[in-house]
């Protein structure tokens, strides 16, 4: 690899781990789950693929396929994760309300299911939104 | 390029730190799935590093089965969870 793969490549590689370390920061920085789960999905992603795409760079031919493979498996599972764990956090409550602009979920919750939430849930809509007035 | 991999690797070593003391600190169960997660995602590019900056290249597949385990653990541990708080 000439001088231009090296200097590509480091700079991949040096942004990736930066891209990380801001991931760490605000996974420690962050008021609740929701938002760490923000930082924790969408940056480290972003750092793991500049990483790899700068190691693709340095290694041989041969091995390029296991790291661009690591890539694209961690670019298919992280939007899952993200949504499983972001569902069950509301669900059980773990969202920060003071910390939420707009919560859309909430009022269609109450309109599907009846002004208690889902069944079996003793908690009352107090931590919710107020039913729409205006009836769909 | 395996000064540029040092340094690399250790920031990421510094953010698998940060990582570490909120999975210690997280106050709820979930929380701590998300830094696991976090976690198993920086020993991914820990290793990828590590191989650049040893140019020692036979980890190979084995980043892509840690990967898929990292997400299977994290699926199945919050589905586990949300049992958990529908029996409550």
Known sequence: ?136 | MIAVANIALALVSLAALLVVGRLAAGPGALDRVVALDALVTLIVVGAVLGTLARSDTTTGYVLVVLALLGFVGSIASSRLIERREDMR
């Open chain 1, 1 to 136: 690899m000439g001088l231009l793969g090296d200097v590509i490549s480091g700079v991949l590689l040096l942004t990736g781990a930066a891209f990380c370390l801001v991931s760490g920061i605000g996974l420690v920085r962050f008021p609740d789950t929701v938002s760490r789960l923000h930082a924790a999905s969408k940056a480290q992603t972003l750092g793991l693929l500049l990483v790899v795409l700068g190691a693709v760079f340095q290694t041989p031919l041969g091995k390029a396929p296991a790291l661009l493979l690591v890539g694209a498996f961690s670019l298919l599972t992280a939007p899952v994760t993200g949504h499983i764990v972001a569902r069950i956090a509301y669900r059980t409550d773990a969202v920060e309300r003071r910390q939420v602009v707009l919560d859309e979920l909430a009022a269609r919750l109450i309109d599907e299911r009846g002004p208690n939430g889902r069944e079996g849930d003793e908690r009352g809509p107090e931590d919710r939104e107020p039913p729409p007035t205006s009836g769909t």
